[in-house]
Every structure is written in structure tokens, then in C-alpha cells.
């Protein structure tokens, strides 16, 4: 049987009844070898966590980002609760490793499918919302997902300034931008880079940042700045 002391100090949840967790674990086949198990299959909570991701995500980059359209917020959300991000951060949490499986599913691979990964994070989301309530599982929701939302919000600043400023320099110089690293310092688990964007001969701007992506984003934010003050 599968540790849930353990893994409520992993997940940072103390189940008042840790069998609702032990049920988020309970993978269909498991049930078809083991029909005398007092408990049902994840698939109830799983449709119960999938609903309250989608919910607590909307509204936090409803209230984060009050500029963008409808139709961006939708995208915003599918990036985010979309199955390989899901799968992602449960193999984080070690969740398949919890999975009750029945013989087959485990010797096909079972604990590291990302379909099944991606669901038993719902099904665990969906059990901390029946034992703990709204703002728990909100508060959890947040805490697993917090790398994945700030890379996509540092993805679309990305993508916003660099925009910005290729339509600036493509309407007025009629040529686009190019960057150019310039300079990687420190150890591989720290470096930082430093990022030139450049148009024709001139540098318009320079940026540093924990990745080459974050150095682009700083880069164009001052080249923006720069002909801003022209």
C-alpha cells in the first residue's frame, strides 16, 4: 500500500480523512483485480479537481492580467491546465509512484503515462477540495502551479515586448530586430545572461537574466524605453 503520511508531507496537506486522498490514487484498474477494495476509482474527484483548476486558474489571471481579451484569457488557461503540464508537475510530486494500478497498467508503463499522471493530479486537487474546502484547494492549486504560471506569464511578457518593439522598428527602419548573447556567467544551475538587441548596426538595448529568454524580454523592455525617449 502506497505511504499517504508521506505523501501529505510531500503534497503540504494534512488530510482530515486521508482516505479521500488514498481514493484520488485509485486508478480504474486497480478496482477490476481488487473488487473487494471499500473504495471507488479517482475518476469522481478527478472530474471534481478538473472543474476547481479550471476555475481557480481563470480567476487568477482574470485579476493578474485585466488587459487581455476574452479570447487570450482562454489561451492563457489552456496553457496552463493543459495535460503535459499537469503530468509535469505531478512526476514532480512523485505522484505515479502512489498510484494504485492493477498488474497490467503497471507492467504497460502505467506510473509514468501522462494521461494517468495528469488525472490523478486532478483527482488529488479534487480531494483536497472535499476534505479541506475552497481555499485550500485554491491555495494548493496556486503553490503546485506557481513555476508553471510564471514561466507562461514571463513567456507572454516575452512575446509582448519583443512584439512591440519589432512592429516599432520593422515600421520605422523597415528591418528587424536581432539577438545577439553577449556574455553567460556563473555555474550551469545559475548562469545568467546578458543580451544585446540590435537593429542593423546599433544596439538598441541590453538585458540580463536567469535565462536567455529573461535577457531578450529585459533587452526589448529597454530598447522600448530608449525610443520612447527619443
Same mark, same amino acid.
Given at each position: 500500500?502506497?505511504?499517504?503520511?508521506?505523501?501529505?508531507?510531500?503534497?503540504?496537506?494534512?488530510?482530515?480523512?486521508?482516505?479521500?486522498?488514498?481514493?484520488?490514487?485509485?486508478?480504474?484498474?486497480?478496482?477490476?483485480?481488487?473488487?473487494?477494495?471499500?473504495?471507488?476509482?479517482?475518476?469522481?474527484?478527478?472530474?471534481?479537481?478538473?472543474?476547481?483548476?479550471?476555475?481557480?486558474?481563470?480567476?487568477?489571471?482574470?485579476?493578474?492580467?485585466?488587459?487581455?481579451?476574452?479570447?487570450?484569457?482562454?489561451?492563457?488557461?489552456?496553457?496552463?491546465?493543459?495535460?503535459?503540464?499537469?503530468?509535469?508537475?505531478?512526476?514532480?510530486?512523485?505522484? @505515479?509512484?502512489?498510484?494504485?494500478?492493477?498488474?497490467?497498467?503497471?507492467?504497460?508503463? @502505467?506510473?509514468?503515462?501522462?494521461?494517468?499522471?495528469?488525472?490523478?493530479?486532478?483527482?488529488?486537487?479534487?480531494?483536497?477540495?472535499?476534505?479541506?474546502?475552497?481555499?485550500?484547494?485554491?491555495?494548493?492549486i496556486l503553490r503546485?502551479?506557481?513555476?508553471?504560471?510564471?514561466?507562461?506569464?514571463?513567456?507572454?511578457?516575452?512575446?509582448?515586448?519583443?512584439?512591440?518593439?519589432?512592429?516599432?522598428?520593422?515600421?520605422?527602419?523597415?528591418?528587424?530586430?536581432?539577438?545577439?548573447?553577449?556574455?553567460?556567467?556563473?555555474?550551469?544551475?545559475?548562469?545568467?545572461?546578458?543580451?544585446?538587441?540590435?537593429?542593423?548596426?546599433?544596439?538598441?538595448?541590453?538585458?540580463?537574466?536567469?535565462?536567455?529568454?529573461?535577457?531578450?524580454?529585459?533587452?526589448?523592455?529597454?530598447?522600448?524605453?530608449?525610443l520612447a525617449g527619443?
Amino acid at each position: 500500500m502506497t505511504d499517504i503520511v508521506g505523501l501529505q508531507t510531500t503534497l503540504g496537506v494534512n488530510f482530515i480523512d486521508p482516505s479521500i486522498l488514498q481514493q484520488s490514487l485509485v486508478h480504474r484498474s486497480y478496482l477490476n483485480e481488487n473488487p473487494d477494495l471499500p473504495l471507488s476509482s479517482n475518476e469522481r474527484l478527478e472530474f471534481l479537481g478538473d472543474a476547481v483548476l479550471g476555475f481557480v486558474v481563470a480567476e487568477e489571471i482574470y485579476h493578474r492580467f485585466p488587459e487581455l481579451s476574452e479570447g487570450d484569457l482562454t489561451k492563457f488557461r489552456s496553457a496552463l491546465v493543459r495535460g503535459e503540464t499537469l503530468s509535469h508537475i505531478a512526476l514532480s510530486l512523485n505522484l @505515479g509512484e502512489h498510484l494504485y494500478l492493477g498488474h497490467g497498467e503497471e507492467e504497460s508503463g @502505467g506510473r509514468r503515462r501522462p494521461r494517468n499522471l495528469s488525472c490523478v493530479l486532478e483527482a488529488v486537487i479534487g480531494a483536497v477540495l472535499v476534505d479541506q474546502g475552497l481555499d485550500a484547494a485554491k491555495g494548493f492549486i496556486l503553490r503546485i502551479l506557481g513555476s508553471e504560471m510564471e514561466r507562461a506569464i514571463e513567456d507572454k511578457l516575452v512575446a509582448d515586448y519583443k512584439s512591440r518593439l519589432q512592429q516599432i522598428i520593422q515600421s520605422g527602419r523597415k528591418i528587424t530586430p536581432v539577438y545577439r548573447t553577449v556574455e553567460e556567467v556563473g555555474p550551469d544551475h545559475a548562469k545568467v545572461f546578458t543580451v544585446e538587441v540590435l537593429a542593423g548596426a546599433s544596439i538598441l538595448g541590453q538585458g540580463s537574466g536567469r535565462s536567455k529568454r529573461a535577457a531578450e524580454m529585459e533587452a526589448a523592455r529597454k530598447a522600448l524605453e530608449s525610443l520612447a525617449g527619443e
